[in-house]
């Protein structure tokens, strides 16, 4: 039934297309003949590049991965209280934007800047193809703005780190072994009920393995404090834990396919990518040169057109 669903919306997505351009020629004709005006035929004209565009933006997600949900990890930079600041505010931006789309989110962890901001926090994200919107913000994201804690009032510029892993559901097959695995528990903090404080809920989980490329021994440390229980909290740090082995996994993929297709142009996931400069009124993305005035808007989740512009440029490497 899911086949079928798929294939069901590509040929309904297509015959839109054609029905579209179809008509958009049919104006051209009635426009010639002044029976209808210029502004209806650029009403055509539009709607036809918004149906064509939006077959072509789900074109370039058409990895395994892209349909998964995600997990979306916020760090704080060097910096101290102005970068804690900086990571909550596109934490922030990232719950709107999940927000507007109509997607089930959950806090798995949140640790609180030292006075303000946050360390550290990560968000799942659940619905339709979430990663493959999403993993266009991997990164280190800057701001440069004039800080509200510093007192000579200097402009000031911040780094946060996003990382985003694809949420494994049960079509995904990982294999953990579960002897490789070690436990710590403690006090959770930030957000949450009366509960976190007072007992060990949160726990720290340690994964060691061996990379079978290279024989070098690995470990994975994931925290998870979402749960007010914590074999809750247990549960949920395994499936996080599948879904960054599964990352790794993708990321070899993308390795080898980097190596055969080495004319192409390359994406370094771990630099910089998009700069917000509040006080110049602009965010720009460096990978597409793909940049806004609306500040403001962006803040508030409004990234659509940035992802387009990523997904356009390199969703169908």
């Known amino acids: ?57 789900k074109n370039m997600l058409r990895r395994e ?3 998964l949900g995600a997990v979306l990890k916020v760090n704080a930079g060097a910096g101290g209280t ?53 993993k266009s913000e991997n990164g280190v994201h800057r701001l440069v703005r004039v800080s509200p804690f510093n007192a000579q009032g200097k402009r000031m510029t911040s780094f946060a780190s996003v990382f985003v892993v694809p949420l494994v559901d049960d079509s995904i097959d990982i ?11 403690f006090r959770s903090s930030g957000a949450g009920g009366q509960n976190v404080n007072k007992v060990e809920t949160g726990v720290r989980l340690h994964y060691t393995y061996k990379d079978p490329d290279t024989g ?9 404090t979402e749960s007010r229980s914590q074999t809750g909290n247990r549960e949920n740090a395994i499936r996080l834990l599948k879904s ?19 004319g192409k142009k390359k994406i370094e996931w771990g630099s910089q990518i998009r700069s917000y400069v509040f006080d110049d ?32 440029e390199y969703g169908g490497d």
């Open 1 to 57: 039934m899911k086949i079928i669903r798929e294939l069901k919306f590509w040929v309904n997505s297509y015959n839109k297309v054609k029905s579209a351009s179809e008509e958009l020629e049919l104006a051209f004709d009635f426009v010639k003949e002044d029976i209808i005006s210029e502004e209806e035929v650029d009403k055509q004209y539009n709607l036809a590049i918004k149906h064509l565009e939006e077959l072509e933006l």
């Open 65 to 67: 991965e892209d349909k």
């Open 82 to 134: 102005e970068s804690q600041d900086w990571a909550a505010m596109l934490f922030r931006m990232y719950q709107r934007w999940c927000e507007n789309k109509n997607y089930k989110t959950t806090i798995s962890n949140w640790q609180d800047g030292d006075d303000a901001g946050i360390k550290t926090a990560t968000i799942q994200v659940e619905g339709d193809l979430a990663y493959g919107f999403l």
């Open 175 to 185: 294999e953990v072994n579960t002897s490789d695995i070690s436990w710590d528990t």
């Open 216 to 224: 070098a021994e690995q470990e994975i440390v994931i925290e998870n």
């Open 244 to 262: 960054q082995l599964y990352e790794i996994e993708l990321e070899k993929r993308r390795a080898a396919q980097a190596v055969i297709e080495a």
């Open 281 to 312: 009124r602009r965010v720009k993305d460096h990978r597409t040169n793909y940049q806004t005035s609306d500040v403001n808007g962006v803040m508030d989740g409004e990234i659509d057109d940035f992802i387009k512009a990523y997904l356009m």
